[in-house]
């Protein structure tokens, strides 16, 4: 029989846990029997001394059993896609649609912004009357009917997690890797998946700032996935600066359906088809990950991604002809600034952190979970590296609620915003590698 003593003193000394200790932690945040010191200092620990794989296995399926476990009686497998977190990522919206036109189910459990980066759940609410959190019989008769929906976690989902992610944060053990881990993946396992793609991010708009953390967590979260029974690759892609120009949810959103009506291409639709082609290959709905990524483009551009996304906004509350008319339903800002460079040069380097903070600066984002969110606010046409641009030319566009708010969101991205006489000799690579 475990207690809190003697897995802390196991800890303590560097011994193993087996999975009935970690059992016992799991079930012991979950109910309240561990104590907010006792979490904390298993969080410490496991920063400090870290988990073999069998042991991070091992967490991350006690963490997902402490709540809700959804199985599927489907006629296609079971896919979804998690983001580590960027800025301009919108990823989700497109992707979710896209599987699903290819003949997958999609039950993508979601998350709010945190941070500097954005939420999926908060750009979904952009768009008028549309509800995230759905009741079970709702949420299985979407995923049946279209084939996709994108939600919000229900509390009986890993509560063991939310638990120990309120202790890590106020504990400095949040960028544990192995913490890390189970938390991302007790929440997405806990959706009964057949198959899962993980965008892993690297760069100054994400959490992983250089390449060897961010390979070190996509092989932790591919070796856990899979070991716990789901078939899981990764994309390590680029987020040196944001995916696409505009940061912010309405804003987001309007390029989301951009992309989804032909109207452009461009980054989204390459990482979208390079992480829909690999986990179709590996559902054994494509013949390899190009047919899958083949596939992925080939849904966008004939419109059937669209039709999927359409049904899925209208049967979680949202306009019916959404897809047709999208342009009148988002919210709008009152006050729309452009953000003149003062000189002649290159953009050599964007500093995506902290342009996802001028977004929740403006209030597109939280700085406590408390906060509202004003859907409308954020940036537009940010400028990419390796681009010219003259004096009085627009480095992005601001659309605020307030004039003071604009103001302060134009002098932090000229802040975060580097210029040179020269352009960099090297672009930024899309995709840096795929970890199988």
């Not at 800025?87 to 290819?102: I, Q």
């Amino acid at each position: 029989m475990s207690d809190a003593r003697s897995v802390l003193s196991r800890l303590r000394h560097g011994l193993p846990l087996s999975p009935d200790h970690l059992t016992w932690v799991a079930g012991a945040l979950a109910d309240g029997e561990l104590s907010d010191a006792q979490a904390g200092a298993f969080a410490m620990g496991i920063c400090t001394r870290g988990l073999e794989e069998p042991e991070r296995v091992a967490l991350t399926l006690a963490m997902r059993d402490t709540g809700r476990v959804f199985d599927w009686a489907l006629d296609g497998p079971v896919l979804d896609k998690h983001s580590t977190g960027g800025v301009g990522d919108c990823v989700s919206l497109v992707l979710a649609p896209a599987l699903a036109a290819c003949g997958a189910y999609v039950p993508m459990i979601s998350g709010r912004g945190l941070g500097h980066t954005g939420g999926t759940l908060d750009k979904l609410e952009a768009i008028p009357g549309l509800v995230t959190h759905l009741d079970e019989a709702r949420f299985r008769q979407v995923v049946g009917d279209v084939g996709c929906a994108i939600v919000g976690a229900s509390a009986d989902i890993a509560p063991a997690d939310k638990r120990l992610y309120a202790v890590r944060d106020v504990t400095a053990t949040v960028d544990s890797l192995d913490l890390i881990t189970a938390s991302i993946l007790s929440k997405k396992l806990a959706g009964g998946l057949d198959g899962l793609v993980l965008d892993v991010k690297v760069g100054s708009g994400a959490f992983m700032k250089d390449s060897a953390t961010a390979r070190a967590l996509a092989e932790a979260l591919v070796r856990t996935a899979n070991a716990a029974g789901c078939k899981t690759s990764a994309v390590i892609s680029d987020m040196n600066q944001p995916l696409v120009p505009s940061l912010g949810n309405a804003l987001e959103v309007a390029e989301v359906m951009q992309v989804l009506t032909g109207q452009v291409s461009g980054p989204l639709v390459e990482l979208s088809a390079a992480l829909g082609g690999v986990v179709l290959a590996d559902a054994g709905l494509a013949d390899d990950v190009q047919a899958g990524a083949d596939a992925i483009v080939a849904s966008i551009r004939d419109g059937r991604a669209a039709e999927r996304f359409g049904r899925m906004v209208a049967a979680m509350g949202g306009p019916v002809q959404f897809v047709e008319n999208w342009k009148r339903f988002l919210p709008e800002a009152t006050v729309v600034r452009e953000v003149g460079a003062l000189t002649d040069g290159y953009i050599n380097a964007i500093d995506g952190e902290a342009l996802g903070l001028a977004v929740v600066a403006l209030g597109g984002g939280r700085r406590v979970e408390t906060d509202d969110v004003d859907l409308a606010v954020g940036l537009e046409q940010v400028v990419r590296i390796g681009q010219h641009v003259r004096k009085g030319q627009p480095l992005a566009v601001v659309h605020a609620a307030r004039p003071d708010a604009a103001d302060r969101a134009v002098r932090a991205v000229r802040a975060a915003v580097s210029m040179g006489p020269e352009a960099v000799s090297q672009l930024p690579v899309l995709i840096h590698d795929r970890v199988d």
